[in-house]
């Protein structure tokens, strides 16, 4: 049984930082992209940031470019999401996801087909 399960989350208050994580179980991702989408109440789920199957390539909504990072650490099946310079807009649920068929980071919803249970950010002013 394949599990995402992120981690990390909380309250913080505007301009600060927060780090999630994505530990996957059931199966290894090492050779996939993976990704991180985000859902404020009453909008879409939305795309943050992709990296590929190496680490060697990322892709951010323009959104948080400049104040996301995400990383990969294949040996532990976790990859990241550092999120410094944090907004009042940036309070949302945040999900971790996996596309088992592709390298290289989609950004829509149907690019992944694995996700995580999501976990809550709120950024407070």
């Known amino acids: 049984q394949v599990q995402l399960v992120e981690s990390g989350g909380g309250l913080v208050q505007a301009g600060g930082s927060l780090r999630l994580s994505c530990a996957a179980s059931?199966?290894?991702?090492?050779?996939?992209?993976m990704g991180w989408f985000r859902q404020a109440p009453g909008k879409e789920r939305e795309f943050v940031a992709g990296?590929?199957?190496?680490?060697?390539?990322?892709r951010y909504a323009d959104s948080v470019q400049g104040r996301f990072t995400i990383s990969r650490d294949n040996a532990k099946n976790t990859v990241y999401l550092q999120m410094n310079s944090l907004k009042v807009e940036d309070t949302a649920v945040y999900y971790c996801?996996?596309?088992?068929?592709?390298?290289?980071?989609?950004?829509?919803?149907?690019?992944?087909?694995?996700w995580g249970q999501g976990t809550q950010v709120t950024v407070s002013s």
């Open positions: 059931g199966r290894t991702f090492s050779n996939n992209a």
């Open positions: 996801a996996a596309d088992s068929r592709r390298a290289f980071p989609g950004t829509a919803r149907a690019s992944y087909d694995y």
């Open positions: 990296i590929t199957w190496s680490g060697g390539n990322t």
